[in-house]
């Protein structure tokens, strides 16, 4: 089956630093990915969708330059928290499809901690 | 109220028993997802429907459009199949978006 993979998986940093975290996809070729972010026992809020070379559509309420998005390849796209705060702290996780009425295929996620 | 509501929230079973999911949605849909999550967070898509029923080893998931309603079905429950079950809407002229339910907490208890 199609296979997303997302990395770090867990990454632990100071308040201030940058953090970049990838999302590939790795058989099939994404034209447009997904950006989510979940706090405990809640669910998936959409921050991001991205497609292949062009900017990204941000949902309302994330502020685009906290969240710098990347989709330079139809295989990866990149999510930089920038100067990361403690708020910032969550679970996100990626998800790429390869087209209109194709099922999304998820990332394993990553768990930002900030100090 | 949500445009995707799940129910139950939480949902203990023993092993081996038969459990359903139900999810209803309030708007056009081009496709029902239902995705399962484990405690690591990693989310697996289980089905993708726009009709009728499909299957998948123990699972069968069925959608009714005319009822917009769509259940999550688990035959011979098993331990494993403990995890976050949600069921996430493609809304018609939504460029791709989902929209999630609440999610079903499922444990199965040997």
């Known amino acids: 089956g199609a296979v997303v993979s997302q990395h770090p998986s867990w990454v632990i940093c100071k308040s201030g630093t940058s953090v970049k975290i990838e999302c590939r996809s790795l058989?099939?070729?994404?034209?447009?990915m997904f950006w989510y972010r979940q706090f405990p026992k809640q669910s998936l809020m959409l921050m991001a969708t991205s497609n292949e070379g062009s900017k990204a559509t941000y949902e309302q309420g994330v502020e685009k330059d906290k969240f710098l998005i990347n989709h330079a390849s139809l295989t990866l796209s990149t999510l930089t928290v920038t100067s990361a705060h403690p708020e910032d702290s969550s679970f996100y996780i990626c998800s790429a499809t390869s087209g209109t009425g194709q099922p999304q295929h998820f990332g394993d996620g990553t768990r930002l901690s900030i100090l | 109220k949500n445009e995707v509501e799940q129910s139950p929230q939480n949902l203990t079973a023993q092993e081996g028993e038969f459990i359903t999911i139900n999810c209803s949605y309030s708007?056009?849909?081009?496709?029902l997802h239902w995705l399962q999550q484990h405690p690591g967070g990693g989310i697996v898509s289980l089905f993708m429907?726009?009709?009728g029923k499909k299957k998948h080893g123990r699972l069968i998931a069925t959608i009714n459009i005319q009822e917009k309603h769509s259940s999550l079905h688990i035959t011979a429950s098993h331990p494993r199949d403990s995890a976050v079950y949600i069921c996430?809407?493609?809304?018609?002229?939504?460029?791709?978006?989902?929209?999630f339910g609440q999610g079903t907490r499922l444990t199965i208890n040997p």
């Open positions: 429907l726009s009709s």
């Open positions: 996430a809407a493609s809304i018609i002229q939504g460029a791709q978006k989902l929209v």
């Open positions: 708007v056009g849909i081009s496709a």
């Open positions: 058989d099939f070729q994404a034209t447009t």
